[in-house]
Each structure stands twice: as structure tokens, then as C-alpha cells.
């Protein structure tokens, strides 16, 4: 089984349209998804559209904040939600499309789990919102709580920031491995970074193609100054939203 898991595309369509351009090279046999598919980006409603083809979904926090009240999220982040929202309920009069986008984000699952591997959006403990960073390796305790959790392996997405978290307590940026993991014995958290929005220094969106016991890290150019401009010309999104996406932070 060859499988494509894509995280955190934030209605970033260029993104997802070449990412899903390089999945097709790859001849996968299914795309998951780990959430976060809206929010921040000028496109969501044909992101989720596309998304809707995809053979698996989780939720993520952003997608949760544009179904009901968004908590805990910064001021450019909660009005970029709002936005969101606005578009998803204006969606230009065909509402058999409209009640789609609804019922698939309304029935995502948080968790998904499948022969030892586990997919979230955040954490295995708080899969929407915990953040699990490369810098918690200075966190033995937290990262020995989350592994508790973890029967074998779990992907997941919502940092931005992709590698490969190991369960002493090891995270090994893909450019440290070849841009290749062999699953092991160990217990092992890949984060498989973010198509619509990569924060690790590197503008071109991210995402892993898994077949058994081997997780490969692709880096996928899109055309980001298109969806910056988008976003400069939407008064409700913060214009660091475009800038961040030149310089991957
Ligand atoms: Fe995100």
C-alpha cells in the first residue's frame, strides 16, 4: 500500500494543486489528510472540495474554529477564521455545494487509527490542539506521556515543521536522513509538515509518501507569490499571512 498523508494546507490552492500534481507522479493508491485543510489561505471553499475526494480526513483546529465559536487562536488568525466562515456561508448560491462543505467538516473524526498507526491533527492526547515541536525533545516528560499513547506510529501534522520525532526522545529534520525514514521497533511521531503553509525555512509545501515500513519527505515548488497577492487583496486577511509564505516561517 502506497499512501500519500498530506497535512495543513490552510486554503492554499496553488499548494494543494501542485501537490496533488506530484502525488499522481507517485501513483498512490490513497491521499489522508491530517486537517487544517481551511483557514489562513484566500481559498478555501475549492480546497475543500478537493479535499472531500480525499480517501481520509482528520480534523484539525482550524477547521474546528469555522464550524463553531474559534478559542485560543492569535487576533490575524481568528480573522482569518471569521473570513473563512463568511466564505463557506456565501458560497454563491448553490447550496447543495454549500451543505456538502458543511457535512464533510462536521464528520471528521480527531483520530484515526489502523493496524498500529495512528493519524491526528496535534497530539495523541489532544489531537486538535497540542502542539508537539522539535524542542520537546527537551521535554522528556511530555514526550514519555505522549508515547504512552501511541501504540506503534503516529503521523500527524500542525507545527508546520516536518521530521521525525522517536520515542528516546531523538527528532531528525528530513534533510538529516536523507529525506527518507525506516519505521522500527522504536516508536516513532512523523510530522509530515504543511502544503499551504511551511514554516521550516522552506517555501515549498511538504508532505510524505508512506508504503510499509518506509516514510519518504517530498518538497513540492508552487507559484507562492500567486496566492500572496490573493491574500494582500482580501482586507480581512493579515498581509503577513502572503509574506510568510516567501520565506516558509
Ligand atoms: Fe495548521
Known amino acids: 500500500m502506497k499512501r500519500a498523508i498530506i497535512s495543513d494546507i490552510h486554503g492554499n490552492l ?4 501542485a501537490v496533488l500534481a506530484d502525488i499522481e507522479s507517485e501513483e498512490v493508491s490513497e491521499i489522508f489528510c491530517l486537517g487544517d485543510i481551511i483557514g489562513y489561505g484566500p481559498n478555501p471553499c475549492q480546497c475543500l472540495d478537493m479535499a472531500i475526494e480525499f480517501d481520509e480526513a482528520v480534523l484539525g483546529n482550524h477547521d474546528q474554529g469555522a464550524l ?3 478559542e485560543g487562536f492569535s487576533s490575524g488568525a481568528e480573522k482569518a477564521i471569521f ?3 463568511d466564505q463557506l456561508e456565501s458560497s454563491s448560491g448553490d447550496r447543495e455545494t454549500s451543505l456538502k462543505r458543511w457535512d464533510f467538516l462536521c464528520e471528521l473524526p480527531r483520530t484515526v487509527r489502523e493496524n498500529g498507526f495512528m493519524y491526528v491533527h496535534g497530539s495523541p ?3 486538535l490542539n497540542e502542539y508537539v515541536f ?13 508515547f504512552c499513547i501511541i501504540e506503534q506510529y503516529c503521523f500527524q501534522g500542525h507545527t508546520h515543521v516536518p521530521g521525525v520525532l522517536t520515542e528516546d526522545c531523538f527528532f531528525r529534520r528530513p534533510d538529516e536522513i536523507g529525506d527518507v525514514c525506516q519505521l522500527g521497533d522504536r516508536k516513532a511521531m512523523i510530522n509530515v509538515g504543511s502544503v499551504g503553509q511551511p514554516r521550516d525555512g522552506d517555501p515549498r509545501s511538504c508532505y510524505v509518501i508512506q508504503e510499509d515500513q518506509t516514510v519518504r519527505f517530498r518538497r513540492v515548488e508552487y507559484p507562492f507569490e500567486e496566492t500572496a497577492k490573493k491574500i494582500y487583496a ?3 486577511l493579515d498581509n503577513f499571512l502572503g509574506d510568510r509564505l516567501r520565506d516558509g516561517r
Open 14 to 17: 496553488e499548494a494543494l494543486s
Open 68 to 70: 463553531f465559536d474559534p
Open 83 to 85: 473570513w473563512t466562515r
Open 125 to 127: 492526547r489532544n489531537p
Open 134 to 146: 522539535p524542542e520537546d525533545i527537551h521535554n522528556p516528560r511530555k514526550v514519555e506521556k505522549i
Open 234 to 236: 482580501i482586507a480581512e
